[in-house]
């Protein structure tokens, strides 16, 4: 086609993809007119290994797809696109390991299998479900069988020393790259991964239950709550969450945000416990006056571009906000999506952010920054 033709139909594309961007308040047009740009630009046709169309991190160098990036992204599709945001979600299912492992990161040409990403596929996908009617009996038999193996993996595989909870033995297979919690080595157990399992295995007891597997249903429930209580009995030293080595048992002096994490068990855990947990988000010194640090300032590990040592994140910044209201907390929780959105349009898209001046680092334009700060943005937008 002549030049005009080909640049009216990616205009009329783009258009189309704006129109199906989730609405956000006003006072956030730009930065939604700049998410929806740099999302819609990632797309990426399913060829060579990409079993679906798939949205790339970034087209500057960030150009693959990690396993637990995809989750933010399906759920910002979710709503207004729910086959592209099913593609999303099931692209690393469809390159599972017979194991039940996922791949760390995709592109059209491999996949990594020196790490992998945490399990927040089963809260990702409730969540997505909650959203759209897509998600029919036949969609949840499709990803029943490959959630129950990314599960069983994570407690059969990742417990070396066999205490019944699992562990990362490489700071990357948390997402939290460098967090302090890995500061004298691994492999590390940390809380934040028993508490994505107790929520998956919780996920698949619904899904078991709706497509007639009610004996299955009830043992993930059983394994649910008795992580959740192992969890609590390994991890809460009475005032805080902790991590530590795995085998030893040492405990890992750590200020990292991952640490509140459990916050998104939300009233599965006992009253005392969340409302610590809460007070440690509001009180502490995370919360700047523009969103949540990984690492917490006054920490002599702090760094203002130390990836995941100081600067904020989009994807942790939804984990605590969606805890922040499941704990019934909705006045701090839109608090923090308001900081976060303000800052978002104001400095852009980036991989993430100086917690005390709001200017964007590392990747410029990133996509799950976007997918977040557009499910940010609805929340105060409804």
């Known amino acids: 086609p002549a030049f005009e033709e080909g640049r009216m139909a990616v205009k009329r594309d783009f258009e189309a993809w704006v129109h199906n961007t989730l609405p956000l308040p006003e006072e956030y047009s730009s930065g939604k007119y700049l998410a929806a740009y740099i999302t819609w630009s990632c797309v990426v046709p399913g060829e060579g290994i990409l079993t679906r169309p798939a949205m790339y991190m970034s087209k500057n160098w960030m150009t693959n797809i990690w396993s637990w990036d995809h989750c933010f992204n399906?759920?910002?599709?979710?709503?207004?696109?729910?086959?592209?945001?099913?593609?999303?979600?099931?692209?690393?299912?469809?390159?599972?390991?017979?194991?039940?492992?996922?791949?760390?990161?995709?592109?059209?040409?491999?996949?990594?299998?020196?790490?992998?990403?945490?399990?927040?596929?089963?809260?990702?996908?409730?969540?997505?479900?909650?959203?759209?009617?897509?998600?029919?009996?036949?969609?949840?038999?499709?990803?029943?069988?490959?959630?129950?193996?990314?599960?069983?993996?994570?407690?059969?595989?990742?417990?070396?020393?066999?205490?019944?909870?699992?562990?990362?033995?490489?700071?990357?297979?948390?997402?939290?790259?460098?967090?302090?919690?890995?500061?004298?080595?691994?492999?590390?157990?940390?809380?934040?991964?028993?508490?994505?399992?107790?929520?998956?295995?919780?996920?698949?007891?619904?899904?078991?239950?709706?497509?007639?597997?009610?004996?299955?249903?009830?043992?993930?429930?059983?394994?649910?709550?008795?992580?959740?209580?192992?969890?609590?009995?390994?991890?809460?030293?009475?005032?805080?969450?902790?991590?530590?080595?795995?085998?030893?048992?040492?405990?890992?002096?750590?200020?990292?945000?991952?640490?509140?994490?459990?916050?998104?068990?939300?009233k599965r855990l006992p009253g005392d416990i969340l409302e610590k947990l809460i007070e440690g988000i509001r009180d502490k010194g995370f919360l700047t006056k523009y969103g949540l640090a990984t690492e917490l300032p006054s920490s002599s590990f702090y760094r203002e571009d130390g990836y995941w040592r100081g600067p904020i994140w989009a994807p942790t910044t939804l984990l605590i906000v969606d805890g922040l209201l499941s704990a019934g907390e909705q006045e701090l929780g839109l608090e923090i999506a308001r900081r976060f959105c303000a800052m978002a349009t104001k400095s852009g898209m980036a991989e993430n952010y100086n917690a005390l001046t709001g200017e964007g680092l590392r990747d410029p334009a990133f996509t799950w920054t976007s997918s977040v700060f557009l499910i940010l943005g609805y929340l105060l937008y409804k």
């Open 74 to 266: 399906a759920m910002a599709l979710a709503k207004q696109s729910p086959e592209l945001a099913w593609d999303q979600f099931m692209i690393f299912f469809d390159l599972q390991d017979t194991t039940g492992m996922l791949p760390d990161f995709v592109n059209n040409r491999f996949a990594l299998w020196n790490f992998t990403k945490p399990p927040i596929h089963g809260w990702t996908l409730k969540r997505i479900w909650e959203q759209s009617d897509y998600v029919t009996v036949e969609k949840l038999l499709e990803v029943y069988e490959p959630l129950k193996k990314w599960t069983n993996w994570w407690m059969t595989y990742q417990d070396s020393d066999h205490d019944g909870i699992p562990q990362y033995n490489h700071g990357n297979d948390s997402g939290w790259d460098n967090s302090t919690i890995f500061h004298k080595g691994t492999p590390v157990e940390s809380p934040d991964l028993s508490s994505f399992l107790v929520l998956q295995m919780e996920v698949l007891a619904d899904i078991a239950g709706k497509i007639g597997k009610k004996d299955e249903a009830e043992e993930w429930r059983l394994q649910s709550k008795q992580l959740l209580t192992g969890m609590i009995e390994h991890f809460w030293d009475g005032e805080r969450f902790t991590a530590i080595r795995s085998g030893t048992h040492e405990v890992i002096e750590s200020d990292s945000l991952v640490l509140s994490i459990p916050l998104i068990l939300g």
